[in-house]
């Protein structure tokens, strides 16, 4: 079973910058495409950036310029860079990640959130 444990998420500034990081653990045949989600309060989940397991990337229009999401394999680990922060960026972030099991099921696993708040 894999596990996604997301860190970073905390009270930041206007224009500040926060690095979130997610870490997979268990074992698993390989991790396909890792990706943040963010949830703010009475909204729903929406994607925020990803990448695939050769290093492609997606971000949503809001965040691009200012968000970068990278992965490191060997670590199973996923990172997000956020850059010039606004107050419409507080919401919890998810990590995400679409795995293969060892007996070849595909299954979308998620971690439990870590909040990012940005006051104005």
């Known amino acids: 079973q894999v596990h996604l444990v997301e860190s970073g998420g905390a009270l930041v500034q206007a224009g500040g910058s926060l690095r979130l990081s997610c870490a997979a653990s268990?074992?698993?045949?390989?991790?396909?495409?890792m990706g943040w989600y963010r949830q703010a309060p009475g909204k729903q989940r929406d994607l925020v950036a990803s990448?695939?397991?050769?290093?492609?990337?997606n971000y949503t229009d809001s965040v691009k310029g200012r968000f970068t999401i990278s992965r490191n394999n060997g670590k199973m680990t996923v990172y997000l860079q956020m850059n010039s922060l606004k107050p419409e960026d507080t919401a919890v972030y998810y990590c995400?990640?679409?795995?293969?099991?060892?007996?070849?099921?595909?299954?979308?696993?998620w971690g439990r959130g870590t909040l990012v708040t940005v006051s104005s």
């Open positions: 995400n990640a679409d795995i293969t099991t060892l007996v070849r099921e595909t299954l979308t696993v």
């Open positions: 268990g074992i698993t045949l390989r991790i396909n495409t």
């Open positions: 990448v695939t397991e050769d290093g492609t990337t």
